[in-house]
């Protein structure tokens, strides 16, 4: 009999996660049956859209929602060997049974040398956001400018890269100068702290003049009433996330942006991508095969153990991190 | 020598625009030259696009800027015969020399018992945004649920119409009884007087329960708010105005609708139709087409004398007009 270690929600979030919304859970396992794997976690995502999905589709009692890469310790499917890894979305737990349908098998020609948490981040969920958020929402062309906030996080850090391998010419915006420091080492052409530099608006003028093509949005709120008169006639922006309203208790408002989006034209798009599941397949080996080649560089903040799951979202939230945020167990 | 006739933006709007901010001067125009033609006002428009363009686009001292149909009076152009009429952006005019290059000839299959002045509404530059706003940024398909929002004005009352054409449920808000019982002539699936409806969340749900895939933007502000959360997953909404917030002083705030948009995959862009200038002839003649067979109808609000175009202007701004409000000399 396997016991399992879960995190409970225990209850919903009121401003900032708490300690007391979790709860370390043991769960006694069944046996796999006929067709069933029992997995073992090696690595888990913490990530932003954990915060408003709890609300959106979570109960108060559920484990917390989440992916994880998993070892296979016990198999009655032949297609899933014992010793083989796969990405699951188990939620927060250690040990987990499952039927199979969700896992997808880390990829066959995945590199010895490269760690399987990269499935949790520039390989996986984060680096295909990037990627597809860039060519299915943004549609950046070559010679342009792309704006991205939160540029040092797991997604923001894959966006950068990837505008500069097409070509374009990339600013960034993050919360330390560590981050600005990370970003100039990624090739980023311009970077800044936005904590810093006094007026964000004179900052964004000052890295591009111009002003942007494309906007990579992560951040909302605030930042967003600043950027949006920012873009160029016809400006795309991908809403990916808005981390500074996660936490509100009360929505924070802002102007309403429209008389700046019909005067340029701006197009402004929300998007999760699960949208482009059929493209997950291709787009992973193309970010394979950029990592491979040097042109994607990775970064990854490591929280150890299992029971510090809470304090690695919660440092997450707070922007501890530099690139992506993942729990060893 | 001829006279014209003009009104003079003679200081920026500050909120609602008054009396004062106009003033009509008289001045003195030269012959034409070769090449040039003398245009005589026939009608006038007033748009809403007027206002927040006074502050964008014009110094205080300049001619009011629009649009108007004109007969040629004197030509020294054989393209532009006199007594052909034009459509020209002449601005608050009665008279005016052109050198035709940016005149547009009415279509020559005008028929004879369709207005001129539909040139300015419901064939011109609101029928042209109706349409184009429907098919370049909406993509609205057959059977699809459309909202558009100051429904009886000059553009929504055409973006109902086209809709119910393509096949789609049609829900219209508008800001009297009087309008409400127009739209529903103009065949609209439901239709609400927003400003007696008590909760506007309500009207919309009750109007389409399963949300709305299209919402054709007119109004902004505190409509949007409430109007987004309704939409359908991968909703699209056309951002053609925000009229109600044209006079804000200090800019109106809102919630950010950012993680709404994330959540629901939803794209907000703004417009305006002279991006698609190439398609205005084509769009133009399926707009007369529809007309002749009468599945677009047709409401105008007639102000006569061109004194009266400042209250013309503020009377439109203020909802006082069904259908288009034009000025006729």
Redesign the interface.
């Known amino acids: 009999m396997v016991q399992a270690k879960t995190w409970i929600l225990t209850k919903h979030f009121e401003g900032f996660p708490k300690d007391s919304n979790f709860e370390l859970k043991v769960e006694e396992l069944p046996e796999p049956k006929d067709g069933e794997v029992l997995l073992e976690a090696v690595f888990l995502s913490v990530d932003p859209y954990m915060r408003?999905f709890s609300r959106?589709r979570m109960q108060e009692g559920d484990v917390m929602i989440g992916t994880q890469v998993a070892k296979v310790i016990q198999s009655k499917n032949p297609a899933f060997p014992v010793g083989s890894h796969v990405v699951s979305r188990s939620g927060w737990r250690t040990h987990t049974v499952s039927d199979v349908k969700e896992l997808i098998p880390i990829m066959s020609d995945w590199p010895q040398d490269v760690s399987l948490s990269l499935a949790l981040g520039t390989i996986g969920m984060p680096g295909l956001t990037a990627l597809l958020g860039i060519e299915e929402v943004l549609g950046l062309q070559k010679g342009e400018t792309l704006l991205v906030n939160a540029a040092a996080g797991a997604v923001g850090s894959v966006v950068g890269q990837i505008a500069k391998i097409k070509g374009c010419k990339v600013v960034g915006s993050a919360g330390s100068d560590a981050k600005v420091a990370f970003l100039k080492e990624l090739g980023f052409d311009e970077a800044f702290n936005y904590k810093t530099v006094g007026s964000l608006e004179e900052a964004l003028k000052k890295a591009s003049p111009e002003g942007y093509d494309c906007f990579f949005?992560n951040v909302?709120?605030p930042f967003?009433s600043v950027a949006i008169p920012q873009m160029k006639n016809l400006g795309r922006i991908a809403?990916?996330?808005?981390i500074s309203?996660?936490n509100d208790t009360t929505?924070?408002?802002?102007?309403?942006p429209?008389?700046?989006?019909?005067?340029?034209?701006?197009?402004?798009?929300?998007?999760?991508v699960g949208?482009w599941a059929d493209k997950h397949p291709e787009s992973s080996k193309r970010l394979l095969g950029w990592l491979k080649e040097g042109k994607l560089k990775v970064r990854e903040h490591f929280t150890k153990g299992f029971e510090k799951m809470p304090a690695a979202f919660m440092g997450m939230l707070q922007g501890e991190n530099i690139g992506k945020a993942t729990v060893v167990v």
């Not at 809403?239 to 808005?242: E, S, T």
Request: contains cysteine; hydrophobic residues 30%.
């Open positions: 408003p959106a949005e909302g709120g967003s809403v990916c996330g808005a309203t996660y929505p924070q408002t802002g102007p309403y429209h008389l700046t989006m019909i005067f340029k034209q701006i197009k402004m798009e929300g998007f999760m949208r």
